[in-house]
């Protein structure tokens, strides 16, 4: 008996890779010769484009035991799209130290990735008026655990690579940051997946191998707001994310191959709480 849906979503720490939107960064880059530290867990729920991706493994439940070839893609085609923008839960820890005033270097791993970029400060104004641009590339390395919605299919490889590029502007002093601003990601992925095509009691006794690759664009927005002292804030961020991901399926069965494409669109929503601290 496999996890219901709603426990599945309780496990989504343990693996699920979907790309992170996440900056938790001020405006205003760490000072000359500072680190920060900064602690954040992100989510993206079941909603928008994620919320197709998991209505679409729960439809598998009415695709009989032995599918059609027609069912079989459809087995692909929800499989596929878990693994493009599948919800998440992901907890991070990022540094970041400044070169000098205009130039601040990081990186960050997570429960599902792994990166780094850089940030310049393009504006600075008194008093506390800053902005930035950035960009960062992260490594994902955890599949969406997709069999613990349906027994119709096992992820077999899965990885991710997102480059992105954020421009924020806000407000920064001793208590308080407020920052906001565009974010532009572009994802490449590439995956393969065994979908079950035959059934005898609860076993599966033939697979398909289903081969995805493909790119997402993201365009984005974000608003964050910090408080606390001199050194140490607790801070919020909102992020909403309109997406585009396209990705080429092949699949492998009974000696014959299968080719179509997938076309997924709709927006990312992704709340986060943190913590920040220069050292």
């Not at 680190?35 to 729920?45: D, F, N, R, Y």
């Not at 310049?120 to 955890?142: E, K, T």
């Not at 421009?167 to 590439?190: D, Q």
């Amino acid at each position: 008996m496999r996890p219901t849906p709603s426990l599945a979503l309780l496990l989504l720490p343990l693996a699920a890779c979907s790309s992170s939107l996440t900056s938790m960064q001020p405006a205003r880059t760490v000072p000359e010769g500072h680190v920060q530290a900064a602690t954040s867990l992100s989510i993206t729920p079941p909603t928008g484009i994620a919320g197709d991706a998991v209505d679409g493994l729960r439809a598998l439940d009415d695709v009989g035991r032995n599918p059609t070839a027609a069912e079989v893609q459809q087995i692909g085609e929800a499989a596929a799209a878990a693994l493009v923008q599948p919800p998440s839960v992901d907890a991070q820890l990022a540094l970041a130290y400044g070169v000098n005033e205009r130039l601040e270097l990081d990186a960050r791993v997570g429960s599902t990735s792994a990166g780094g970029g850089f940030r310049l400060q393009f504006l600075r104004r008194s008093p506390g008026i800053y902005g930035a641009l950035g960009f960062r590339v992260d490594i994902g390395f955890n599949a969406f655990p997709v069999d613990r919605f349906t027994d119709r299919v096992r992820i077999q490889s899965f990885r991710r690579q997102d480059f992105s590029v954020p421009l924020v502007l806000g407000y920064s002093r001793r208590r308080v940051h407020v920052w906001a601003g565009p974010k532009l990601m572009f994802s490449r992925y590439r995956g393969a997946v065994a979908v079950c095509t035959r059934r005898v009691d609860d076993d599966c006794r033939g697979e398909a191998t289903l081969n995805a690759s493909g790119r997402a664009t993201y365009v984005a927005g974000q608003l964050g707001f910090a408080i606390g002292s001199n050194r140490a804030w607790f801070a919020v961020e909102l992020s909403i994310a309109r997406v585009r991901a396209l990705a080429d399926l092949e699949m492998q069965a009974s000696g014959s191959v299968m080719e179509h494409d997938l076309d997924q669109r709709g927006r990312v929503f992704t709340p986060a709480v943190g913590f920040l601290l220069w050292i």
